[in-house]
């Protein structure tokens, strides 16, 4: 589908291309290895430093003589006739413009960082590095060249922010930026998108395509030739101005972590039978016993009933409503009242607010408070918690993250950890990876993993760690996998009597401020996974003396990228840091993923000598990782399918009523 740009100028959306498999996929995993080549790597790196040395000489030009070099470029971009050399040239009038309006000239790696999105690359590029204005710098080129250019930031605070500081830069490059958030009217929205650069998250800007889709529904046909015989009538009523060119920034959590269920708009459908008997069934699953009459497996989230559950669950059917006493139903319905039991725990994967089930990411430990369960499963917890039944939700449209990015003609982003997931970037997404090198070398210290017996054992030597650094004056991370950890933390050092931020899902708003301030003296932080992502953590010049952040990580996530993310929090821009990861036979990560030979392997370590224990720790949890990461892939995977296969079923539709 093709949103419009401008009536005289439509931009085309490309088909997104089929996933391979098989003998496919290792040829076309060979492809994407050979886009991040070294030769062209090198040849990268030589151009950013010509480039860098030529926006040096521009510096002696009048601002006069400037804006007739961006005047001349703009026109060249706009009428796609540019090469290497105008692309070079560009990018060091960008990088003048940048110091004479920022007071920042950007550094040889970002203008790298810059010139590997512009051929499409997803780039790695170290915490502190200066990715914001990297993402600002490439984003001019295509806005020059009249091209809808969205730049994606994991949050509302961070797209405002952005926006907001680059737009001295833009100014003077003669553009217009905006940013759209959710708390925008559709008006105030429409504005936003028709700037020349727009920043906005992932999960707003597919909403807002997915409303203009519905107020395209009508049309058998929403092609570009269609919208362009309507007339201006129908483009004013959509919000986007077309899509064309995004620019991620944190792609990992936008493309991975966040593309793990699709985007479903939805309203609410009363059904007075379906919250009756979710009630029923949560007045009789009471009465099921694990072992017994069912058995859970937690990795999988899935109950399967024995004999003498099915047996049970005949006895107690006159107790539902009619509706639910076949077979098929009232499994169903008694499944999803046990996934709410078992599954799904308060400050873990949710929270209660105002009354309401909030959702928290669970690699993130963001709160999603426009999202919810699908089929009675939101209901079945908010019985669980006694809570107000909410009406089930009846779906208007749905996406999926991954079939949405795969529309773009130019794609593109950044990330501190790209290489955990490179070949789904590839196989997903047509991204291959290219890794930019630090501009400063890193001083961070890896400290030697510690292992323990028990979960009180760990907590114990997590409070002595903190004590022991604190008295030092340095500042301290402390990395929690859940919000109900993170609480038991928080109340451990106050019964220390020890000052510290909280950081979790529930204090989302407050999290920038709190990140930007974790790095003063004395300072501890304690924070949920991956919250304040894209706020800097500063050092102070005294802290740099006392071996700057220390950042702990409590216990091992699903994903390597995740831990890497929280190291890389330390040691930015060559500040000395260091990080230290605490793990026992008991986390849940291991109990979920971890072989039974790990698990007796990891137990035994406890008592080993302390030379030998972290080499074979480590490689225990990263064989549980990696299990984990390959679920979650195949997850997102099984979801792309059948996002395109209701895609082809709906064009198969409308081809069959014509």
């Known amino acids: 589908m093709s949103l419009p740009y401008e009536s005289s100028q439509a931009i085309q959306i490309t088909t997104p291309e089929q996933v391979y498999s098989g003998l496919d996929a290792w040829c076309h995993k060979l492809a994407g290895k050979y886009h991040s080549r070294l030769p062209l790597f090198k040849q990268l790196q030589k151009r950013s430093m010509a480039i860098h040395e030529r926006s040096l000489e521009l510096s002696e030009l009048s601002e006069?003589?400037?804006?007739?070099?961006?005047?001349?470029?703009?026109?060249?971009f706009r009428c796609r006739?540019?090469?290497d050399t105008d692309i070079d040239e560009a990018f060091a009038v960008i990088a003048e413009i940048s110091f004479r309006s920022m007071a920042m000239r950007p550094y040889p790696v970002q203008l790298m960082g810059g010139l590997c999105m512009q051929q499409g690359f997803l780039i790695e590029m170290s915490t502190g590095e200066g990715k914001s204005l990297t993402a600002a710098i490439s984003a001019i080129i295509p806005a020059w060249a009249g091209r809808p250019c969205h730049v994606l930031t994991v949050n509302d605070y961070l797209a405002a922010r952005d926006a907001e500081e680059s737009i001295p830069l833009f100014k003077r490059c003669g553009l217009t930026v905006g940013s759209a958030i959710e708390s925008m009217k559709p008006e105030e929205l429409k504005t936003a998108y028709r700037q020349n650069v727009v920043y906005t998250t992932a999960k707003q800007l597919l909403a807002d395509f997915l409303k203009d889709r519905i107020t395209l529904s009508n049309l058998d046909h929403p092609g570009r030739?269609?919208?362009k015989s309507l007339g201006r009538s129908t483009e004013n009523n959509l919000l986007l101005n077309g899509i064309d060119t995004a620019i991620i920034d944190e792609a990992d959590s936008i493309l991975v972590d966040e593309a793990v269920s699709p985007l479903i708009i939805s309203q609410p459908k009363p059904n007075k039978m379906l919250e009756d008997a979710i009630l029923s069934a949560h007045k009789i699953v009471s009465q099921f016993q694990e072992i017994k009459d069912f058995t859970a497996e937690h990795t999988h989230k899935t109950v399967t009933f024995t004999q003498s559950g099915v047996t049970l669950l005949k006895?107690?059917?006159?107790?539902?409503?009619p509706i639910w006493q076949g077979e098929k139903r009232r499994q169903e319905l008694i499944t999803q009242a046990l996934s709410g039991r078992l599954f799904?725990?308060?400050?873990?994967?949710?929270v209660v607010e105002e009354g309401k089930i909030v959702i928290v990411d669970e690699y993130t430990g963001r709160l999603m408070p426009s999202r919810s369960w699908s089929h009675g499963l939101h209901q079945a917890v908010e019985a669980k918690e006694g809570l107000e039944i909410s009406p089930p939700s009846e779906t208007i449209a749905r996406l999926s993250f991954q079939n949405f990015f795969?529309?773009?003609n130019n794609l593109s982003g950044m990330t501190g950890t790209a290489g955990e997931s490179a070949q789904e970037f590839w196989q997903i997404y047509r991204l291959p990876i290219m890794s930019i090198p630090n501009h400063r070398t890193p001083q961070r210290q890896e400290w030697p993993v510690r292992i323990f017996k028990d979960r009180e054992t760990?907590?114990?030597?997590?409070?002595?760690?903190?004590?022991?650094?604190?008295q030092t004056g340095r500042p301290i991370l402390v990395g929690m996998r859940s919000v109900k950890d993170s609480e038991e933390l928080a109340e451990r050092l106050t019964n220390l009597k020890l000052d510290f931020d909280l950081l979790n899902a529930t204090k989302h708003e407050e999290e920038a401020e709190i990140v930007s301030r974790a790095g003063h003296q004395g300072k501890i932080t304690i924070a949920t996974n991956i919250a304040g992502r894209g706020t800097d953590i500063k050092l102070p010049s005294d802290i740099k003396e006392l071996g700057g952040l220390h950042v702990i990580i409590t216990e091992g996530n699903e994903s390597a990228r995740v831990d890497r993310q929280l190291i890389g929090r330390c040691g930015r821009q060559g500040d000395p840091g260091s990080h230290q990861l605490f793990i026992a036979p008991c986390d849940e990560m291991i109990e979920q993923y971890g072989s039974k030979f790990n698990k007796l392997r990891l137990k035994r370590l406890v008592t080993s000598e302390a030379s030998k224990t972290a080499l074979k720790s480590e490689k225990i949890l990263k064989q549980s990782q990696?299990?984990?990461e390959k679920m979650a892939y195949g997850q997102r995977k099984n979801i792309l399918q059948m996002d395109t296969w209701l895609e082809d079923s709906l064009s198969f539709g409308q081809k069959s009523r014509n």
């Open 64 to 76: 006069k003589q400037l804006q007739k070099k961006i005047t001349t470029l703009r026109e060249v």
């Open 81 to 83: 006739r540019d090469s």
């Open 344 to 350: 799904f725990h308060r400050d873990k994967q949710y």
């Open 406 to 408: 795969r529309l773009f």
């Open 458 to 470: 760990k907590w114990q030597a997590v409070e002595a760690s903190i004590l022991k650094v604190h």
């Open 315 to 321: 006895k107690l059917k006159e107790q539902l409503p």
């Open 225 to 227: 030739q269609m919208l």
């Open 626 to 628: 990696s299990k984990a």
